[in-house]
């Protein structure tokens, strides 16, 4: 068989779940630099708090942006993608942003208002909340980068246990078909890679069907 070259318009799954997770993990830098002002300053001046709420606020819409995506993803592209656990950590990822927006909020308008009892007490809740975040989004974003494999990986085991119950294909049958039911083009490399990680559990489930 004749290994084609993916055509335009191919791999658009795996390229929109990249999309998803480059649009959270580039803030990555920036968010640990205002950590490092809320945890270093003791007073914060009006241009931090709207460089603050203004990249928090643009973090949420990316978080809430990959939580609309990976909920409303086709029956077939859910199947391989598997999204449950992201989706949970997105949920709760949002809310952890959504309470220290608001806390930063608060503590704007009690500096703004000199109201410096108030203004010690949430500058010390967005000190202690601002690590917890940081933990969380590298959890996230490191599931996120993970899930465009997973997908791939799974497409792969779909086409190779169907093939198994006829025959043993080569890769280039591997990767066309891949291709034409998951438009998730791969690389020979991938493909290999793939079928190595996957032999033992495939081996395995064949040998059960023999023995039935």
Not at 8 to 35: C, K, P, S
Not at 40 to 48: G, S
Not at 91 to 117: G, H, N, R
Not at 166 to 175: A, Q
């Amino acid at each position: 068989m004749i290994d084609r070259l993916p055509t335009v318009g191919t791999d658009r799954l795996r390229e929109r779940m990249n999309g998803q997770y480059w649009r959270i993990a580039r803030r990555r830098r920036l968010l640990h630099f205002i950590g490092r002002i809320f945890r270093d300053d003791l007073t914060i001046n009006p241009l931090q708090y709207e460089v603050a709420v203004s990249h928090l606020v643009k973090l949420r819409r990316a978080v809430e942006g990959a939580h609309q995506f990976y909920s409303t993803l086709d029956p077939e592209s859910t199947k391989l993608v598997q999204p449950w656990g992201t989706l949970a950590k997105l949920a709760d990822f949002e809310a952890q942003v959504t309470e220290l927006l608001l806390y930063i909020i608060a503590l704007q308008q009690a500096s703004a208002q000199e109201q410096v009892f108030v203004r010690v007490q949430l500058h010390l809740v967005v000190r202690r909340l601002f690590p917890v975040l940081l933990v969380s989004f590298d959890d996230l974003t490191s599931q996120l980068k993970a899930l465009p494999g997973k997908a791939a990986q799974e497409a792969v085991k779909q086409v190779l246990q169907a093939f198994l119950k006829h025959k043993l294909p080569s890769r280039s049958e591997v990767r066309n078909a891949v291709l034409d039911q998951y438009g998730i083009a791969l690389t020979w490399n991938e493909v290999a890679d793939i079928c190595y990680l996957l032999r033992h559990e495939l081996e395995d489930k064949t040998g059960e069907e023999k023995s039935r």
